[in-house]
Nanobody
């Protein structure tokens, strides 16, 4: 059974930092590209960042560019989302997702294409 478990969320003041982690089990981690998405109350789920299975191709949303960094350690499993210079508008439930990906540089920003999802971790940024 595939499981994705996020951790690292919490309450932080604007300008602060958090690091989210996503641990995957039940799948061959190096066969999957990974993504982070977020959903705020009353809003649609939106793409945050994605990374190829090899880890050398990444993408992130314009709203987080220069502030958030996605990375992965294929030896230790987790996918990380380092979030700096947090803003109140970053407040949301953050979810990681996995998609089976054959090309080493493949990733996707489309939520509907992901195969597996985690339950999410809440991030709240106070002003």
């Amino acid at each position: 059974q595939v499981q994705l478990v996020e951790s690292g969320g919490g309450l932080v003041q604007a300008g602060g930092s958090l690091r989210l982690s996503c641990a995957a089990s039940g799948l061959t981690f190096t066969s999957y590209a990974m993504g982070w998405f977020r959903q705020a109350p009353g809003k649609e789920r939106e793409f945050v960042a994605a990374i190829s299975w090899r880890g050398d191709t990444t993408d992130d949303a314009d709203s987080v560019k220069g502030r958030f960094t996605i990375s992965r350690d294929n030896a230790k499993n987790p996918v990380l989302l380092q979030m700096n210079s947090l803003k109140p508008e970053d407040t949301a439930d953050y979810h990681c997702a996995a998609i089976l990906a054959t090309p080493y540089d493949y990733y996707t920003t489309k939520a509907g294409e992901y195969d597996y999802w985690g339950q999410g971790t809440q991030v709240t940024v106070s002003s």
